[in-house]
């Protein structure tokens, strides 16, 4: 063969490669359930961009619905327990940050059937008829213990006696380039896949607290004037701080993060995290908040939301970055 003859050969070889490779990156179908404002969506969508389509997703709370239209154009189905599993379209990945509940174990331990009654029990009977390759589960630090352990063990023999191989770690925000400290635990269930799936390392990469906070927030937020100014005020003198005021006393969370934001922030008035800034001292706004969960800008809320629907969206949502590290381990075993 003459070299211009192999130089052709080589040149089609790699050109039909290139197209096989091309053809091949699949697209994932992918279901939301408790979608809350679509942090784990979000999280995927970064990573997986186009090849990744979102078919199905589930949540409760109208209002949380609402931010959900608005940021992704679809207005999720309500009560999960109130749709048959046949009646969700085909996917092959499963997202879902459930409610912790407690199981009712009679006696002796039945995995699947142990789990009737609880939310959990609606992402198995999903999973069980749909055979999804991933099973994305997120939940409080805590999940571990709960029930003397028994909670996070029941889920776990279910999915395994469902095919699933079980990874589980906890994962802290601040490690993941946000200056929030927010301990989650993360629980990957994935079936058919040889490859081993790892969790992210550490990316050290934690922006400062002045990164997430706004320009020219609106007098409403500041204390000053208010009741609880005169308490705080000697206490809240550092400007690179996050601080929270703890019904007697205030706090200083010190190392340049936020202290976790929770749903109930916000409904008492107490738990909203404070800081001191130019103008003042005042309680970070929901838009903040955000911020600190590692949601880009193109998030928003609906314009007419109440402050407190919003401090409990985004208290309840998850942080983005984490999920974005996850989802491309996910990516590259799947
Ligand atoms: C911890 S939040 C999940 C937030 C979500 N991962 C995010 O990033 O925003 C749990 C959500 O489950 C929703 N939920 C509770 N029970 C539900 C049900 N029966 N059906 C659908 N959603 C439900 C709640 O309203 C809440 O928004």
Redesign the pocket.
């Known amino acids: 063969m003459s070299q211009n003859n192999l130089f052709y050969q080589k040149y089609k070889v790699n050109n039909l490669n290139k197209r096989m490779s091309i053809n091949t990156v699949k697209t994932y179908k992918a279901i939301d359930?408790?979608?809350?404002?679509?942090?784990?969506?979000?999280g995927f969508k970064n990573i997986f961009k186009d090849n990744i389509d979102f078919v199905f997703s589930?949540?409760?709370?109208k209002n949380?619905q609402k931010t959900y239209y608005l940021n992704y154009g679809e207005i999720?189905?309500?009560?999960?327990?109130?749709i048959k599993e046949e009646e969700i379209p085909p996917h092959d990945i499963i997202?879902?940050?459930?409610?912790c509940q407690a199981f009712s174990v009679a006696g002796y331990r039945k995995g699947f059937e142990d789990t009737r009654g609880t939310?959990f029990f609606?992402v198995a009977r999903i999973a069980d008829f749909h055979k999804p390759k991933v099973i994305f589960l997120?939940?409080v630090k805590g999940f571990v213990g709960h029930d003397k352990g028994n909670t996070f063990k029941i889920i776990k023999k279910t999915l395994e006696e469902m095919g699933y191989k079980i990874y589980a770690k906890v994962l802290n925000s601040k490690d993941f380039g946000v200056p929030q400290n927010r301990e989650r635990i993360y629980i990957i269930a994935l079936r058919d896949i040889d490859k081993e799936f790892h969790f992210p390392e550490p990316t050290n990469k934690t922006l400062h607290i002045k990164s997430c906070l706004e320009e020219n927030v609106e007098d409403y937020f500041y204390y000053q004037g208010k009741p609880l100014y005169e308490k705080i005020k000697n206490h809240i003198t550092n400007t690179n701080t996050v601080y929270q005021w703890r019904r007697q006393y205030v706090r200083e969370n010190k190392n340049n993060v936020c202290p976790t934001l929770t749903?109930n922030m916000g409904t008492g008035g107490h738990n909203v995290p404070i800081i001191k800034d130019k103008k003042g001292i005042r309680k970070l706004t929901p838009r903040e908040c955000i911020n600190f969960q590692g949601f880009d800008k193109k998030f928003k809320f609906p314009k007419d939301l109440a402050l407190s629907h919003q401090y409990k969206?985004a208290g309840?949502?998850?942080t983005v970055k984490v999920i974005e590290e996850i989802a491309r381990n996910i990516k590259n075993v799947l």
Request: overall charge negative; hydrophobic content about 40%; proline content about 6%.
């Open positions: 359930l408790f979608a809350g404002i679509g942090g784990i969506r979000r589930s949540e409760i709370d949380a999720p189905f309500g009560d999960i327990t109130k997202m879902a940050g459930f409610p939310l609606d997120e939940n749903a969206q309840n949502s998850v």
